[in-house]
Nanobody, 126 residues
């Protein structure tokens, strides 16, 4: 198993940047693919980005493509989500997720992940 803890959320003005971190503990992080999801008030949780085990293959939701970058440092057991050009509609609780697999298939659905963090709040003011 792996435990995930997100950090790095906060309040930022539109156009600003934040970097979220996802610290993993437990089983070897490099054996998991990683994803980021978000949930805005009153809305369902939605896919943001996916990253393969080695970080080579990435996949993004259309709404964040070109602005967000997912990455990971397996030596540090940490995943990241760099968020640039933030918009008020990016306001949400952001969750990282992981699945033990050797496949680099881009998992975009919640039920494709086995482990979740508790989330970190991102608020973008206009």
């Amino acid at each position: 198993q792996v435990q995930l803890v997100e950090s790095g959320g906060g309040l930022v003005q539109a156009g600003g940047s934040l970097r979220l971190s996802c610290a993993a503990s437990g089983r070897t992080f490099s054996t998991y693919v990683m994803g980021w999801f978000r949930q805005a008030p009153g809305k369902e949780r939605e896919f943001v980005a996916h990253c393969s085990r080695g970080g080579t293959y990435t996949n993004y939701a259309d709404s964040v493509k070109g602005r967000f970058t997912i990455s990971r440092d397996n030596a540090k057991n940490t995943g990241y989500l760099q968020m640039n050009s933030l918009k008020p509609e990016d306001t949400a609780v952001y969750f990282c997720a992981a699945k033990f697999t050797s496949s680099s298939y881009a998992r975009r659905r919640e039920n494709e992940y086995d482990y979740w963090g508790q989330g970190t709040q991102v608020t973008v003011s206009s």
